[in-house]
């Protein structure tokens, strides 16, 4: 079975201050993590995924498989990063089912 | 043409009633899939085709119906439904399945929120 977990259902955070979400999975293969954000009024979209090793929005994200951990990252908040955040996992090959974690609100307070 | 659409954006139905939720994608992807999200919930898998053909059915009731009848259109056939599935009900695509030990980028409508009186 594949899990993920988010912690905190609501975050706010100054603009200009660093900022975190956190992610736990638990899955006995090799998933693939996968941050998706929806800002208001839009449609769910991609954020980043932990193969690309990319910085999207100033956001970065690490798989550490020692912690089961995914948690997604940004040095310095801006107000238009509040959305709602969530984690997601895909599993082996094979498995495509797209779990995803129950979310984190963020807020950044100007 | 780089989106997602769905249709209706808003249905109420009796639980009676026939219905049917229709999603459309131009990219040329392959896989389609239905979500269901329940307010303040994450979005939860329903259902996968790949090539037309139904790949994962997450034990779904049989109210629910879907069809693929071809590589850019999926429809979801309602049918007796319960006040209990009222939510919103959101379709993605995807380049293809996962292959070579990677996924592909799921792309979101912006859903069809049904309200089962």
């Known amino acids: 079975a594949q899990r993920v977990t988010q912690p905190e259902k609501l975050l706010s955070v100054f603009k200009g201050a660093p900022v975190e979400l956190k992610c736990n999975y638990s899955y006995s293969g090799s998933p693939e993590l996968f941050w998706y954000v929806q800002y208001s009024r839009q449609r769910l979209q991609l954020l980043l995924r932990h193969i690309s090793r990319e910085s999207i929005k100033g956001f970065t994200a690490d798989l550490n498989k020692g912690e089961t951990s995914f948690h997604l990252k940004k040095p310095f908040a801006q107000e238009e990063d509040s959305a709602m955040y969530y984690c997601?996992?895909?599993?082996?090959?094979?498995?495509?089912?797209?779990?995803f974690g129950t979310g984190t609100r963020l807020t950044i307070i100007p | 043409d780089t989106e997602v659409t769905q249709t209706p954006k808003h249905l109420v139905m009796g639980m009676t009633n026939k219905k049917s939720l229709k999603c459309e994608q131009h990219m040329g992807h392959r896989a389609m899939y239905w979500y269901k999200q329940k307010a303040k919930k994450p979005p939860e898998l329903m259902f996968v085709?790949?090539?037309?053909?139904?790949?994962i059915n997450e034990s779904v009731p049989s109210r629910f119906s879907p069809e693929c009848p071809n590589s850019s259109l999926l429809n979801l056939h309602l049918h007796a439904l319960q006040p209990e599935d009222s939510a919103l009900y959101l379709c993605?695509?995807?380049?293809?399945?996962?292959?070579?030990?990677?996924?592909?980028?799921?792309?979101f409508g912006p859903g069809t929120r049904l309200t089962v009186t």
């Open positions: 993605a695509s995807s380049l293809r399945l996962a292959a070579s030990g990677r996924s592909y980028e799921q792309y």
């Open positions: 997601a996992l895909s599993g082996d090959f094979g498995n495509e089912k797209l779990t």
């Open positions: 085709y790949s090539y037309e053909k139904l790949s």
